[in-house]
């Protein structure tokens, strides 16, 4: 009989032995305990298969974050069904895509959006999740609880869309071990312990939050202060009775400006760990200044996990990621996919047991990003040092990271180039002291045509998601161009690299 890899199997085994202890808790009051989780989860997939979902079934998720959005999450593992979550800023055109492209049995979306969902479902059955526990999803749960689903170590838990430098977003397929494997690394490597509180303040549609941090609670049986969202005040008095914060340099400098921010308010805390985009040196130590803490730093990707760390004992240098993971492999390439010299920058390579399983339905392009030896092309343009510290100095990918978001230019490009009067765009990343970068967007009138910033940014409102709207348009005659024809966005880059952070100077 075949080892359950069931990565919800080894949550329960930690979950039955810590008890009573609560898992989830909401202001002050406890709304879910390790010992509700076989019966809760057992019960909502139960459920699932209620409604006419099998193990391998897609289910597309669009919902606020909430506990039963956490439940449904484990549930749909215990079920064996591929995890699907969207980002709720994501409007219906842009959902569209995502049910046609990952055909899911099931679609559960907040309630307001109930219509317009089922208006684009398809086959997919429509069940609604609201933020305080609302909806079609919970209605008629059943008193018996199903089964844990036996998966092998390679089944898809979920799949994570993520952007390119090219097309529409691709699915990044992730195995049950690839989950499981990165968690139990990262709980060694940042010693995570039962008597460990973690402040919960991130999306839960993203790496960071869903699996980064609930997964390390879930495997080393550890409470967590579930935040709806990001309050600094709220945070820092949480600090009392918390161990773990996990946050996006956004957070961060949010903290730092914050009066209430201080070594007396910080002493609790042992650990304060930033993703998701590059955090800048100076916040490293105005941090480390107010709070006598360092902040530790890691990279990862969507379809990784975590590739590197800063120790959580040694040196937490600021400006690098610190060290490969356990198991990791990291390499760095150049153009011609040749070695280069050490301190040199190169393109990071990385292989391991967290690398995802290739991009849903997509052959083509999960073969163009693999390299001999199974080494995944993360895009991203590093240096390694002597003692094997990986340093990010830039992206070979066309992407913007803002608020710890991918935003993927070319999709913005197009539904501006759509619009009455443009001849063509370019969208751009430029600094940004509060969001890392911001959305800056630059367009060339046709002849004669009348364009405005406030004309342009109230046309595609409604096409493509908040975070993804230019902060600033600037309408212009011409784009810059090399000599064979390319727009040359490095130059936009220098021409408004000051814009949001005077003086500057961008690359």
């Known amino acids: 009989m075949m080892t359950n890899h069931n990565l919800l199997a080894s949550f329960l085994e930690v979950a039955a032995a810590a008890g009573d202890k609560p898992f989830l808790i909401a202001g002050e009051t406890p709304v879910l305990r390790f010992s509700d989780l076989d019966r809760e989860t057992g019960r909502l997939a139960a459920r699932l298969a209620a409604l006419g979902s099998e193990p391998g079934d897609r289910v597309v998720v669009q919902v606020e974050k909430s506990p039963e959005a956490v439940l449904l999450y484990l549930a749909a593992l215990r079920a064996g069904m591929i995890f699907i979550p969207l980002n709720t800023a994501y409007t219906t055109a842009e959902l569209a895509y995502f049910l046609s492209d990952a055909e899911p049995a099931l679609v559960v979306c907040r309630p307001s959006d109930e219509a317009d969902v089922q208006a684009i479902a398809g086959t ?12 079609s999803l919970l209605d008629d749960l059943p008193e018996q609880i199903g089964p844990v689903v036996e998966r092998a170590a390679d089944d898809l838990a979920a799949i994570l869309y993520t952007s390119g430098t090219t097309g529409r977003s691709k699915g990044a397929m992730l195995s049950h071990h690839n989950l499981y494997s990165n968690a139990a690394t990262l709980k060694t490597l940042w010693e995570w312990q039962d008597d460990d509180v973690l402040i919960h303040i991130l999306p839960i549609y993203h790496v960071h ?5 609930l997964h390390g609670a879930l495997l080393a049986g550890a409470s967590v202060l579930f935040h709806q969202g990001f309050d600094p005040a709220a945070v820092i008095a949480d600090f009392a009775r918390a161990t773990v914060l996990m946050g996006v340099p956004t957070h961060y400098t949010r903290l730092i400006d914050s009066p209430e921010l201080t070594r007396t308010a910080a002493k609790p805390m042992r650990l304060f760990i930033s993703g998701s985009a590059p955090l800048l040196a100076e916040a490293h130590e105005r941090f480390a200044r107010k709070t006598g803490q360092r902040i ?7 379809e990784t996990g975590m590739i590197t760390s800063n120790p959580y004992d040694g040196e937490r240098v600021a400006g ?5 993971l356990p198991k990791v492999s990291v390499r760095l390439r150049n153009d011609q996919s040749q070695p280069v010299e050490l301190g040199e920058p190169g393109i990071l390579e990385v292989r391991g047991p967290n690398v995802f399983k290739g991009y849903w339905r997509n052959p083509e ?5 693999f390299r001999e030896g199974g080494y995944f092309v993360t ?10 510290r990986i340093t990010l100095v830039g992206r070979a990918k066309d992407l913007i990271i803002a608020g710890g978001l991918n935003i993927y230019p070319k999709e913005i490009e197009e ?18 002291p509060d969001l890392g970068e911001a959305v800056v967007a630059v367009v060339v009138r046709e002849s004669g045509a009348e364009l405005t910033e406030a004309g342009i940014l109230a046309e595609i409102i409604n096409e493509l998601a908040r975070f993804k709207q230019p902060r600033r348009v600037f309408i212009v005659d011409s784009l810059p161009r090399n000599a064979m024809g390319k727009v040359q966005k490095a130059a936009l880059r220098a021409e408004h ?3 949001f952070v005077p003086a500057v100077t961008t690359q």
């Open 124 to 135: 997919a059955r429509v069940v609604t999740l609201g933020m305080k526990g609302e909806g």
């Open 209 to 213: 939050g869903l699996f980064v941090a």
């Open 296 to 302: 530790l730093e890691r990279y990862g990707m969507t």
């Open 320 to 324: 690098t990621v610190g060290f490969p």
């Open 365 to 369: 392009k999960t073969a163009e990003e």
């Open 379 to 388: 895009g991203d343009v590093a240096t390694r040092d002597s003692e094997g």
């Open 415 to 432: 539904a501006i180039d759509a619009l009455p009067g443009v001849a063509e765009s370019a969208v751009i990343g430029v600094p940004h």
């Open 497 to 499: 690299g000051a814009l």
